[in-house]
C-alpha cells in the first residue's frame, strides 16, 4: 500500500466527495427547528468563512477576514479583509450556505453594486454608468468582492451569463477587472480536504534539505536547517507535523522562567532571537526533532521522511514561522523509527512537561482528540489558537468539547481513584488497563466516542438541572459550580454519576481487575446513554446533592460556598459519596419509576 492509499484511508467518509461533505454539512442543521434554521445556518456559515479565507489563493494580499459589524444594514457583505498594500483595498465577502436560484446571486451583485457606491460615495446608479473603475473618481476605493456557498454555482453562473439582468453590467466590470471571485461547494470540499489532511495525518514526502551533509550515526541522522525551510515544511504539511509531539503550541506567553521580578516568556525569546539576532539561534537554541518511519537520502544533503513527525521543537518551529529570517539556522536531528513515543519521551524528559503529560500523550493528546472529534461530528477547542485554525467544520456542530474536558474524563476513569482527575499524579494511572485498551485502535475509537458521550450527557443533564432547580436554593449553587473553569470537579460529579448509574463503584477492590472489565463497564454505560439517558440525568441531580450536601450551612458565607465545595471534593472519599449517592437513589421516587420503565 503507497503513503497515498493509507492517507486515503484516514479521510473520514465526509470527505469522500463533495456529495458526502454537503450531506454531512446538511446534516448538521437537520435537528433545528425551522424558524431556527435560517439564522443558525447563516451565522455558522459567516463563521466558517472567516475561517475558510486564510486558506484561499485570494487572501494572500489581505489581513485576516474580520465579521461586518453592521450586521443588520451590511448591503450584502458579511465578512471584510483588508488589503496589506492599498490603503482602500478591502476583500468584501457574501458568505450564504445555499444559492438555488440565478436571481439570488444576481441579487447578490445588486448588493454588491450598492456598497461599492457607498464605498467610494456614489449612488448605486453612477457605478453602474462607470465604464472603468478609475482613479478620476474622487474617493475611488480597488474593492474585491468573494461569494463563498456550499452549492454548486456553475449552472446559476452560466445562465446568469446568458441574461440581462440589473447587476449584469457591474459583474462584467468586476470579472473584467478580476476582482470578482467565488468559491462554490465544489471549489470548497478540496480546500477542506486540504485543511483536514494539514490537521489529521501524519505527513509523508517530506523533503528536508541541509545546508552540509548531515551527521548518520546508526538510525540518526544530525545537521542543520535554516529556519525557512521549516517555514516551507509547515505552509505544505501544517499543524499534522506536530502530531506525535508532546503538546501544541502554546504561543508567545507560554513557557514562562523568572527573571527577576518578570515575567518573561520562553516564546517570546526564541521570537525576540529571531528578529533582531537571527545569526545567534543556532547557538542559542536546542533544536527539533524529527521521528520518521523511513529515511531515505536524496542527495549527500537531502533527506526524504516518510510518516514523519516532530516529536520535540513545536515551539521553536512555530515561533520560526511567525518571525521567519533567512539568516536564521536551526539543529535538527531526525530518528529513524517506528515507535514514536519512546523518542518523544526521551526527547521531552527534560522539558518542563509534567511526566503526567508525557505519559499520557501516548494515548491521549490535543492532536488526537481532535482527529476523534472530527469522526464523531463535535467541535473541538484547545489552548491553541494555531491548531484550531485549521478545523475549519468545527462551526457547523452543535455539540463542542475541550481538550482539557476530554483529559480530565480520561485520568479520573482510568486512575484508582476520580480524586486524580483534580490531583493528576501519573503514579495513580492504571497502566495495566489503559495500555491494552488504547493500543488497540478499534477499542481506543471506541472508548473516545464514550467519552465524548459522557461529557454530552454531562451537558445536557446541567442543563436539564438549572431549568429544574429554578427558584430553589440548590439554583444558584449550581449554576455558580457548573459555570466555573474547572472541567475536573465536574468530571468527577461524573464519574460518581456513571457508577451509581451501573450501581458498581469501578474504584472498589476487584471490582475492575483488567481492562475487559473496564470496556464491559464503559459499554454498559454508553448504553445508560444511548437508552435511558433521563437515569443518568438523575444520578448526576443526586451526585451534586450529595457533594453539596455538607457545604450548604449558614456559617459558610454564600460567595465562597463554590471554593468550600471544590475542597470538598479534592479531599472526598469516593466510597462514601457512592455510598451515599446509593441511598439517596433508593427513595428517589423518580429515579426508581426511570429504571423500572
Not at 196 to 221: A, C, E, G, H, M
Not at 356 to 377: M, V
Not at 576 to 589: F, G, P
Amino acid at each position: 500500500m503507497t503513503a497515498d492509499d493509507r492517507n486515503n484511508l484516514d479521510f473520514p467518509p465526509y470527505l469522500d466527495s463533495y456529495g458526502s461533505l454537503l450531506s454531512h454539512l446538511d446534516g448538521q442543521f437537520a435537528t433545528l427547528k425551522p424558524h431556527e434554521k435560517a439564522e443558525e445556518k447563516g451565522d455558522r456559515f459567516v463563521e466558517f468563512v472567516i475561517r475558510l479565507i486564510p486558506h484561499l489563493e485570494i487572501s494572500r494580499g489581505f489581513e485576516r477576514p474580520q465579521k461586518n459589524k453592521k450586521k443588520s444594514h451590511d448591503k450584502g457583505v458579511d465578512v471584510i479583509a483588508a488589503s496589506k498594500t492599498e490603503l482602500n483595498s478591502n476583500l468584501n465577502v457574501q458568505s450564504k450556505y445555499g444559492i438555488s436560484e440565478v436571481q439570488e446571486f444576481d441579487s447578490i451583485l445588486s448588493k454588491f453594486q450598492s456598497y461599492d457606491a457607498g464605498m467610494r460615495g456614489l449612488k448605486p446608479n453612477q457605478v453602474q454608468n462607470l465604464s472603468l473603475f478609475n482613479d478620476a473618481v474622487e474617493g475611488d476605493v480597488d474593492n474585491h468582492f468573494l461569494i463563498v456557498t456550499a452549492s454548486d454555482l456553475r449552472i446559476i453562473r452560466q445562465r446568469y451569463e446568458r441574461s440581462q439582468m440589473s447587476s449584469r453590467s457591474f459583474y462584467d466590470r468586476l470579472v473584467a477587472a478580476q476582482r470578482f471571485h467565488i468559491v462554490d461547494g465544489p471549489a470548497l470540499f478540496p480546500v477542506i480536504r486540504a485543511a483536514y489532511r494539514k490537521q489529521s495525518i501524519l505527513p509523508t514526502n517530506v523533503i528536508l534539505p541541509f545546508i552540509n551533509v548531515p551527521i548518520q550515526i546508526d538510525d540518526v541522522f544530525i545537521g542543520v536547517v535554516r529556519g525557512t525551510q521549516l517555514k516551507l515544511l509547515y505552509e505544505e504539511f501544517g499543524n499534522a507535523l506536530f502530531l506525535e509531539n508532546i503538546r501544541e503550541f502554546l504561543g508567545q506567553a507560554s513557557g514562562r522562567i523568572n527573571l527577576s521580578a518578570a515575567q518573561v516568556s520562553v516564546n517570546k525569546e526564541i521570537a525576540r532571537t529571531l528578529r533582531e539576532e537571527p545569526g545567534k539561534f543556532l547557538s542559542r537554541n536546542n533544536g527539533i526533532t524529527f521521528r520518521s518511519g523511513s529515511v531515505e537520502i536524496l542527495e549527500d544533503n537531502t533527506l526524504k521522511l516518510d510518516d514523519a513527525s516532530i516529536v520535540n521543537g513545536c515551539q521553536t518551529t512555530m515561533s520560526i514561522v511567525q518571525n521567519s529570517n533567512d539568516d536564521a539556522l536551526v539543529l535538527v536531528k531526525v530518528v529513524r523509527s517506528s515507535d514514536s513515543w519512546d523518542i518523544a519521551e526521551a526527547a521531552n524528559f527534560q522539558n518542563e512537561i509534567r511526566q503526567l503529560d508525557l505519559r499520557l500523550a501516548r494515548y491521549i493528546r490535543p492532536q488526537e482528540i481532535r482527529r476523534f472529534t472530527s469522526k464523531a461530528n463535535i467541535g473541538f477547542r484547545s489552548q491553541s489558537d494555531e491548531a484550531s485554525a485549521f478545523a475549519l467544520l468545527d462551526t457547523f456542530y452543535q455539540n463542542e468539547i475541550t481538550y482539557e474536558e476530554v483529559r480530565s474524563l480520561f485520568i479520573g476513569l482510568f486512575s484508582n481513584t476520580p480524586n486524580n482527575a483534580i490531583d493528576t499524579n501519573y503514579t495513580k494511572l492504571r497502566s495495566d488497563i489503559i495500555g491494552p485498551i488504547f493500543e488497540d485502535s478499534d477499542s481506543k475509537e471506541r472508548v473516545f466516542e464514550i467519552l465524548f458521550k459522557i461529557h454530552s450527557i454531562t451537558q445536557e443533564a446541567a442543563r436539564q438541572i438549572e431549568d429544574m432547580s429554578k427558584g430553589t436554593e440548590d439554583a444558584d449553587l449550581f449554576r455558580r459550580f457548573w459555570s466555573g473553569d474547572k472541567p475536573n470537579y465536574r468530571v468527577f460529579l461524573a464519574i460518581l454519576a456513571v457508577c451509581g448509574c451501573l450501581q458498581q463503584n469501578i474504584y472498589a477492590e476487584d471490582v475492575v481487575s483488567n481492562y475487559n472489565d473496564m470496556l464491559r463497564f464503559l459499554q454498559s454505560t454508553q448504553s445508560i446513554i444511548d437508552q435511558k439517558p433521563g437515569i443518568f440525568t438523575r444520578y448526576y441531580r443526586n451526585a451534586f446533592l450529595v457533594v453539596s450536601f455538607d457545604v450548604e450551612r449558614p456559617d459558610i458565607n454564600p460567595d465562597k460556598i463554590v471554593h468550600v465545595m471544590y475542597r470538598a471534593i479534592e479531599g472526598a472519599d469516593f466510597r462514601n459519596l457512592y455510598s451515599r449517592l446509593r441511598r439517596l437513589a433508593r427513595n428517589d421516587e423518580t429515579l426508581n419509576q426511570l429504571e423500572a420503565e
